[in-house]
């Protein structure tokens, strides 16, 4: 069945987004990364020089794997239709504290004290490294490009749901 036009400018709208997304990420979570492993090394104060510089040059690879995997994680849910989207870019880019936690972990840091929210939520954050928001990666012009990606995947479900379907 052919898209009705408001189908077809949100899908537009949706991909703008969803490219916008992409980019973004690839662009900022390997700072992100190494920028974290630096907070949580500096507010422990207890790492030995070389243990902190292991840290860091760590840091630099375990960005660039966060950013290759969610990068990948995000084409992979864009590729699927919008019916079929079962998770929010968001909830990928929150997993990119698995690759600065692994690096903390490796250099003896303690686990943070974290709200019982957050310990529910996302039990394997010990250090409370969870992106509340895209923006949080480091450019604040991320932020509302969640909002436009909802936005727009809804105008297709609803674009959907109101075009009548006719016969075979």
């Known amino acids: 069945m052919t898209p009705s036009l408001e189908e077809t400018r949100h899908l537009r709208l949706l991909a703008e987004s969803a490219a916008a997304i ?3 990420v690839a662009r900022e979570l ?7 492993v630096i907070r949580i090394l500096d ?3 207890r790492a030995d020089a070389a243990t902190r510089l292991r840290a860091e040059r760590d840091a630099v690879s ?4 966060a950013a290759d995997r969610v990068e990948t994680e995000l ?6 239709d ?3 989207q079962r998770v929010t870019p ?5 997993s990119a504290y698995r690759e600065p936690t692994a690096v903390l972990e490796a250099a003896g840091i303690p686990a943070v004290e974290r709200s019982e929210f ?3 939520a996302w039990p394997d954050d010990r250090y409370g490294l969870v992106v509340h928001d895209l923006g949080a990666l480091g450019d604040d012009e991320l932020a509302p490009l969640l909002f436009a990606w909802g936005m727009a995947k809804a105008g297709v479900l609803r674009a959907r749901a109101d075009t009548p379907v006719t016969g075979p």
């Open 90 to 94: 968001l909830q990928i880019v929150r």
């Open 75 to 80: 084409h992979a849910l864009f590729a699927l």
């Open 43 to 45: 507010a422990w104060g």
């Open 22 to 24: 992409v980019g973004g």
């Open 30 to 36: 390997p700072g992100w990364v190494e920028r974290q």
């Open 82 to 84: 919008v019916a079929d």
């Open 62 to 65: 375990a960005g660039r794997a």
């Open 118 to 120: 957050d310990e529910r």
